[in-house]
């Protein structure tokens, strides 16, 4: 994809979890929609093969402002981001709940669906297998060594993927199936 592009950044963890994307409200929720209410986009039947997808059974569409035909495909980036997003809202579910979405579903379709998300989560990270190293210190001055967490990581460039994603999303189309 011409959108990767690397780059090396230090992560924050702070001892005491705070930060935009922490915590419920309306600016916590616009910093998540940002990062993962991306629409899906739309590949040709080369790039699909390329990927070693299969378009004989992959959902094929045409794009309803061109007329271009080719396959609905999503960037699992963003699938992992809405998974890390609902296992936040459920662990504010009193505030989001009543708001409706996914963590108002019934109990069953909302535990199965946050058992799919953390097992998506699992497989990635699994896959990914981060090996960078954290050293430990006392920011607390309180005898209790805290990781280190702000070690170098090489990552790919989330806005650069993130903007591809938005310069190429496809609409849905009048005769394709909400998913």
């Known amino acids: 994809m011409v959108a990767v592009k690397y780059e090396t950044q230090h992560f924050d963890l702070p001892p005491k979890a705070?930060?935009?994307?922490?915590?419920?409200?309306?600016?916590v929720d616009a910093r998540w929609d940002y990062i993962s209410a991306v629409g899906d986009t739309m590949i040709s039947r080369e790039e699909m093969i390329s990927l070693g997808l299969d378009p004989e059974t992959s959902l094929k569409i045409t794009d309803p402002r061109n007329g271009k035909p080719g396959y609905r495909v999503a960037i699992e980036m963003f699938h992992q981001l809405h998974c890390l997003?609902?296992?936040r809202q459920n662990a504010y579910k009193e505030y989001y709940a009543p708001l409706g979405g996914d963590t108002s579903a019934p109990p069953m379709e909302l535990r199965n669906h946050l058992d799919?998300?953390?097992?998506?989560?699992?497989q990635f990270v699994m896959c990914q297998?981060?090996?960078g190293v954290f050293s430990f210190n006392y920011p607390l001055s309180d005898g209790d060594p805290w990781p280190n967490?702000?070690?170098?990581?090489?990552?790919?460039?989330?806005?650069?993927?993130?903007?591809w994603a938005v310069d190429h999303t496809v609409p849905r189309g009048p005769d394709e199936?909400?998913?």
């Open 85 to 87: 997003n609902l296992l």
């Open 129 to 131: 297998g981060d090996i």
């Open 116 to 122: 799919h998300c953390i097992d998506a989560l699992r």
């Open 18 to 27: 705070e930060g935009p994307f922490i915590g419920k409200g309306d600016d």
């Open 149 to 163: 967490y702000s070690t170098p990581h090489t990552c790919r460039n989330f806005e650069s993927i993130r903007q």
């Open 177 to 179: 199936p909400e998913h």
